[in-house]
């Protein structure tokens, strides 16, 4: 469902099959005022933060491929000084590393350092 909260029951890797297993429940809109604060995090944040979040995701799950699709679509998606550029061009540098491509990693770090070199702390 678009836009619903879930709780985390509980995740588990399953080695075998090279899978996760993520258990959810869903939560009630009136339970502990989740529906204002999942109306505020849509307003504020939008599509931006499905794909970030989608992204990490994958990411740490080792499905770096599927990762680096949702990461790719944010470079077309993100404004040029959004806090959160330097980290999505490490992960696609560690992402094309992982895969052997060593002009796309180190395109991708260099950018990643530049835009931390820019940003005010």
Do not use: C, H
Not at 54 to 68: D, P, V
């Amino acid at each position: 469902m678009l836009g619903s909260i879930f709780k985390i029951v509980s995740i588990e890797r399953i080695e075998d099959e090279k899978l996760w297993s993520i258990k959810f429940v869903l939560s009630s809109n009136g339970e502990s005022g989740m529906k204002p604060a999942n109306e505020s995090l849509k307003t504020t944040l939008g599509n931006q933060a499905t794909l970030i979040s989608l992204g990490n995701l994958f990411y740490e799950m080792g499905r770096l491929n599927t990762a680096e699709k949702y990461y790719k679509k944010l470079l077309n998606v993100l404004n040029k000084d959004d806090r959160n550029l330097s980290q999505l061009y490490k992960r696609l540098g560690n992402i094309t590393l992982s895969n052997d491509d060593y002009q796309s990693a180190d395109r991708y770090d260099r950018k990643a350092l530049e835009l931390e070199l820019q940003s005010p702390s």
